[in-house]
């Protein structure tokens, strides 16, 4: 059986604005009292994990050992099955040290165009956003640090050039399925009703959050 979160207070194990704003969000109808790694000057961990739960349970251990509290941490990214799965753990690195997601999606363009997935004559790339989001508690004088970790995905297709101005990411050359348009021009709560991370969010808020 998960374990339910009654501690109040949680960090979000991010330093990333608009990540800790989406997740803050999805938070605020629960009344925890968020602080991010960012403003309590956390360090950001190695993230040599091999898969987004893998370096989720990473940023949230680490956070949560660092700051005393439990933290929440995500591992997200944009999976492109015609770049056998580029970016994916990745995402966030092809932006560089700057954080340039316009480079970013550039890049992710060129090496479609290279590979022959895009182009006039093809079909809009399939892509997903997957999410992983861990919970951890800090290890106590009682007990050994304890996790809790869920998954989600959005699927649909990129599209070129990049339309939206909202988001963040990815999310201007992304349009989930059933709609025309991106996620950067999507109104937020549209977004959060149906992102990866939402999705990996409402099944942690089951676990973890609702009463049983």
């Not at 954080?99 to 895009?118: C, H, I, P, Y």
């Not at 006039?120 to 508690?137: G, I, K, N, R, T």
């Not at 640090?145 to 101005?165: I, K, S």
Request: glycine share 10%; net charge negative.
């Amino acid at each position: 059986m998960a374990r339910h979160f009654t501690d109040g207070k949680l960090v979000i194990a991010s330093h990333n604005p608009g990540k800790v704003r989406e997740i803050d969000d999805l938070l605020r109808p629960f009344g925890a009292e968020v602080i991010s790694a960012g403003d309590l000057g956390l360090p950001e961990p190695i993230e040599d994990g091999e898969t987004f739960i893998a370096n989720a349970e990473i940023k949230a251990r680490a956070a949560a050992e660092a700051a005393g509290l439990p933290a929440l941490a995500d591992d997200s990214g944009l999976v492109v099955p015609a770049l056998d799965g580029q970016p994916g753990i990745y995402s966030a690195r092809w932006a560089g040290p700057d954080k340039d997601f316009g480079l970013a999606m550039r890049t992710v363009w060129e090496k479609l165009q290279n590979s022959g997935a895009a182009g006039p004559e093809q079909q809009a790339p399939a892509a997903y956003f997957a999410c992983a989001l861990s919970l951890c508690w800090p290890a106590t004088a009682a007990e050994a640090a304890h996790l809790e970790t869920f998954e989600g995905q959005v699927h649909g297709h990129l599209v070129w050039p990049p339309r939206g101005e909202r988001g963040f990411g990815y999310d201007p050359m992304f349009v989930p399925q059933g709609f025309g348009i991106t996620f950067g021009e999507l109104e937020p709560a549209a977004k959060h009703a149906i992102s990866h991370r939402a999705d990996a969010f409402n099944k942690l808020v089951a676990a973890c959050f609702e009463a049983g």
